[in-house]
Nanobody
Framework: QVQLVESGGGSVQVGGSLRLSCTASGYTDSGYCMAWFRQAPGKEREGVAAMDSSGSTTYTDSVKGRFTISQDNAKITLYLQMNALKPEDTAMYYC?????????????????????WGQGTQVTVSS
């Protein structure tokens, strides 16, 4: 069973940077679709960035140009580099994987596209 563990969250001031990490274990295949989501209090969980097996990426409009999703060569750790952070980026951030398919051919930002989730890491941006 695949398990995902996020780390790297914290409190930063407006304009600051953080890098989130998501370490995977129990992998049976390295081609899964992977993504980062976030959920602010009282709001629905939203897709932030996603990556397919070829390394193609997509981002929600509000983070384009500021956030970068990447993965290490072994495809064990997924990263989210967050720059120029804003108060509206404050949320719990979750790593997600779709283990139902062995090779991911698209970048998906829908909650229902993923079946495996980490426990989340909190990001707080203050002005």
């Amino acid at each position: 069973q695949v398990q995902l563990v996020e780390s790297g969250g914290g409190s930063v001031q407006v304009g600051g940077s953080l890098r989130l990490s998501c370490t995977a274990s129990g992998y049976t295949d390295s081609g899964y679709c992977m993504a980062w989501f976030r959920q602010a209090p009282g709001k629905e969980r939203e897709g932030v960035a996603a990556m397919d097996s070829s390394g193609s990426t997509t981002y929600t409009d509000s983070v384009k140009g500021r956030f970068t999703i990447s993965q290490d060569n072994a495809k064990i750790t997924l990263y989210l580099q967050m720059n120029a952070l804003k108060p509206e980026d404050t949320a719990m951030y979750y790593c997600a994987a779709d283990t139902a398919v062995a090779y991911c051919s698209g970048e998906y930002l829908g909650v229902d596209d993923y079946n495996t989730w980490g426990q989340g890491t909190q990001v707080t941006v203050s002005s």
